[in-house]
């Protein structure tokens, strides 16, 4: 089993910055992939960014340029930083491990941007 908890949501003005972190626990492979995806009102889940254990790293264009994922595998955590936000960047972000074909989930954190 996998529990994934995060951390760093909250209130930001359009403009602003915010952190997120995620860390995972259980059993846990060293093959995996973790990321970030966000849900907004009445819209799909969608994928935010996501790097895996190996080093490949993608991001969604809506926000590339804007984000950074790290992770610290020694910690099982991965990081999103989040820079010149905007009210359209307000979801609730969502954890993710994926190793060995299966999903995990956080419970998710709201971000919301101000305008």
């Known amino acids: 089993q996998v529990q994934l908890v995060e951390s760093g949501g909250g209130l930001v003005q359009a403009g602003g910055s915010l952190r997120l972190s995620c860390a995972a626990s259980g059993n846990i492979f060293s093959i995996n992939t973790m990321g970030w995806y966000r849900q907004a009102p009445g819209k799909q889940r969608e994928l935010v960014a996501a790097t895996a254990s190996i080093g490949r790293t993608v991001y969604a264009d809506s926000m590339k340029g804007r984000i950074t994922i790290s992770r610290d595998n020694a910690k099982n955590t991965v990081y999103l930083q989040m820079n010149s936000l905007k009210p359209e960047d307000t979801a609730v972000y969502y954890c993710?491990?994926?190793?060995?074909?299966?999903?995990?989930w956080g419970q998710g954190t709201q971000v919301t941007v101000s305008s």
């Open positions: 993710n491990l994926r190793q060995r074909e299966y999903d995990y």
